[in-house]
Structure formats: structure tokens, C-alpha cells
DNA sequence: ATAAAAAGATACCAAATAAGTATCAGTTTG
DNA sequence: CAAACTGATACTTATTTGGTATCTTTTTAT
């Protein structure tokens, strides 16, 4: 099982490319430089501008730009846009809350587990992974 | 997203009444204690026989047992057998390995974050979320 | 011996999600 | 005005998830 699904990685790459550039980068661009199909880089580009991480231009000469510096946008930040939540279990009884919900040793060590999780994954930023002498 | 899918939930729950009882244990019984599907239930039990975490008995009077002690049956284990290796991301370029596989700092970080899941998970045994004055 | 009660093995099915395409509309600039 | 962009949205297709159904084999109680 994947922590990361596709959208999320390849918004991270295009996300890493646009931090690495100056001025305006267009999904066209990208879509070439990190040879990923273009109609899926667009969408992925345009929730992550829904989510706020990207800013836009419209029109001619238009593009992407981070919506912050690379150093304030998490991996987590970014997975939340296609992945939503993480949760470790939904731990459900018959479409209920577990009964045992408020004892229940298991969701008890599990929930640590996320919580660790969640916070190391707010840690990584996308300055943290961007080779500095990188040629996008 | 989740980390436990609903097999390994309903598994996690099975194995856990399994291990509270003494002598064996057949779906019939588990699926009404339990209140999950029958067929489903008897399908993950199945996948657990072969994964080697339950010993099985047929025929009349047959049911399931643990094929080692709770303590030694881990979640990590339990999650294995139906969502097999948690991987954080293939972290894949065109169906091969990322390029920058060797240096990739997104990588190194990632590894390091699914390492220590692993070890968490590792560290959660059946035996410690079972309710000792449980009643199944 | 035989029927009931169990698991083993498979094949199938439906809904949800993931992954990706297509298209039309609006915006900006040369 | 047309070329090069993004916005919005509606498909389409493949895979995974969450099951069901069924037939076989094994064991035991009667």
C-alpha cells in the first residue's frame, strides 16, 4: 500500500520544478520537462491551486507560481489536496464509531502513530528536497 | 486515506476474539459475535491460514486457532497479509525508478518516516490491545 | 453410512477510487 | 485577432475494494 498516491507525487515534482524556477512556470512547460501527460499535470496543477499552495496567471505568457516560499509548504500540506485526511483506521463498527471507542487500546496506540506521523510529514518542506544545483 | 484497510481491520478484530478464547474458533461464531459478513469474514480468516498468522481445523467441530502467541502476532503482520509492503510512495518516473533515485532527498526523508512506521506497527501485538476482562 | 458442520479453493460481481482524457470558456499579450 | 495560457467540468478507463456464491474436501455425531 502507498502513503503517497500518484497525484501526489507528481504534484510534489512539479511543485519542487516551480519552486527551482524563476517567474512564471506553465503546465506545458512542466509537462515536458518532467514528462508527465499534460491533461493530468493540468488538473493536478489547478487543485493544488484550489488548495492554495499555487497562485495563477491567466493568459498568454501566464503560468504557476508557489503560493508561499518552498520552505512553508509541507509534503503533508500537499498530499491533503488529493488524499484528504490520513487516518490510520476508520475503526468502525457497523458504519458506527466503534463501541469501545473510548477504551479501545488499539485506536489508543494507533492514533500516537498518526499523530507522529502527521507531524513528521509537516516537517519535510519542499525547499528540504530540492537539490540546490538542480537542472529542471 | 487510510493505513488499515477493512480486511486488516476486520482481521485485527477476528484474531483478537481468536486469541481470547479457548480452543478453536469458527467463523459462523465470529461472524454473529462480531456482527461482520460471513463470506467476507471467511475469505480474510482464509487469507490469514495462509498467511500463517491462524492454524486451521476442517471439518465438523473445525474451526481456527492462533498459529502462535498473541504477542507475537504484530498489526504490521496482520496488514501484510492483504495490503501487503507499506511503501510511503514508489516515487516512480515513467515506470522506472526515479532518476535521482541515489540522491533524491525526498526519498532519504520518506525512508526514514516508513521506517519508523514499520517499527511502530511492529511494536503493536495483538495481545496489547485485547481488553483482558473482555467479553467476546 | 450418512448427514451436518466445518474449512479450502475459486470464480464472480458491484461500487468506489485512481488515473487520465477531452472540451469549451475566459484571459492576456504579441 | 489569434496564439498561448489557465478555469471549469464532464467524461472515460483501469484498478482496487469489499464483498457474494458455489463447489469440494474433511471431520464428527448419530
Redesign the pocket.
Known amino acids: ?1 502507498k502513503l503517497i ?3 501526489s507525487d507528481y504534484a510534489i515534482r512539479a511543485i519542487s520544478c516551480i519552486a527551482a524556477t524563476k517567474g512564471l512556470t ?3 512547460y512542466l509537462s515536458q520537462k518532467l514528462e508527465l ?4 499535470l ?2 493536478i ?2 487543485a493544488l ?2 488548495g492554495g499552495l499555487l497562485f ?9 507560481k508557489l503560493a508561499k516560499p518552498a520552505k512553508k509548504i509541507s509534503i503533508l500540506e500537499v498530499s491533503r489536496v488529493f ?1 484528504g485526511k490520513f487516518i490510520l483506521t476508520e475503526h468502525t463498527f457497523k458504519g458506527k464509531i466503534c463501541p469501545r471507542f473510548k477504551v479501545c487500546k488499539l485506536k489508543k496506540q494507533l492514533d500516537a502513530i498518526e499523530k507522529d506521523l502527521m507531524f513528521k510529514l509537516k516537517k519535510i518542506s519542499i525547499d528540504s528536497i530540492i537539490e540546490k544545483d538542480e537542472n529542471f
Request: proline share 7%.
Open positions: 500500500m498516491t500518484r497525484d506553465s503546465v506545458r501527460p499534460y491533461p493530468f493540468r488538473k496543477l489547478q491551486t484550489q495563477s496567471i491567466k493568459g498568454r505568457g501566464g503560468g504557476f488524499q
